[in-house]
């Protein structure tokens, strides 16, 4: 699972989160005080997805593919 962050866009403090955080507890964490400044600049974007690993192309045939062993 992804786990995500909650940071502070007044002093950056910054913290991991849980996993499987809905939409009504995102807003419920993002509408209270930084506990470390107390501003109300918590934000708690969601994790971005791991990136596609690609597949490795095949080697170009070099002419010796399919010929017998000698």
């Known amino acids: 699972?992804?786990?995500?962050?909650?940071a502070c866009g007044s002093c950056e403090l910054h913290w991991v989160r849980p996993a499987?955080?809905?939409e009504f507890e995102r807003q419920a964490i993002?509408?209270?005080?930084c506990p470390a400044c107390?501003?109300?600049t918590l934000?708690?974007?969601?994790p971005k997805p791991?990136?596609?690993?690609?597949?490795?192309?095949?080697?170009?045939?070099?002419?010796?593919?399919?010929r017998p062993a000698a």
């Open 20 to 22: 499987g955080v809905g």
């Open 50 to 66: 791991a990136p596609v690993r690609g597949r490795f192309a095949r080697p170009a045939d070099d002419g010796w593919a399919g």
């Open 30 to 33: 993002e509408s209270r005080p």
């Open 1 to 6: 699972m992804a786990r995500g962050t909650v």
């Open 38 to 40: 107390g501003a109300y």
């Open 43 to 46: 934000t708690c974007p969601e």
